[in-house]
């Protein structure tokens, strides 16, 4: 499975974007879709996630202004991103998991990765 993001770029603060990640190859495969970032100097957080059934989870930093969707005849999903802070300036991944059972809070994925879409916020 192949992802590739788009969508990133410059945003003041509170402003949007949104975030786009199309999936090519085996996707049928795929049971969860997520969104992380990784800011510099800091470890990478999962972001948001959502599974086949359509059940998302957010992390508490994005709660109310984030939003993952997906649309599954074009085999993508996207992240929403509103009123954005100076904190959610970031690379932001996209990516797949195809074991089950890893689609919950631990945003354990190990599947298949993106190369990433950077994110800046200003003010």
């Known amino acids: 499975v192949h992802l590739l993001e788009s969508g990133g770029g410059s945003v003041q603060t509170g402003g949007s974007l949104k975030l786009s990640c199309a999936a090519s190859?085996?996707?049928?495969?795929?049971?969860?879709m997520g969104w992380f970032r990784q800011a510099p100097g800091k470890e990478r957080e999962g972001v948001a996630l959502?599974?086949?059934?359509?059940?998302?989870i957010y992390a508490d930093s994005v709660k109310g202004r984030f939003a993952i969707s997906k649309d599954n005849a074009k085999n993508a999903w996207y992240l929403t991103m509103n009123n954005v802070t100076l904190e959610d300036t970031a690379m932001y991944y996209c990516?797949?998991?195809?074991?089950?059972?890893?689609?919950?809070?631990?945003?354990?994925?190990?599947?298949?990765w993106g190369q990433g879409t950077q994110v800046t916020v200003s003010s």
């Open positions: 959502i599974s086949n059934a359509g059940d998302t």
């Open positions: 190859g085996r996707t049928y495969s795929i049971l969860c």
């Open positions: 990516a797949a998991e195809a074991r089950v059972g890893h689609c919950d809070t631990r945003f354990l994925f190990d599947d298949y």
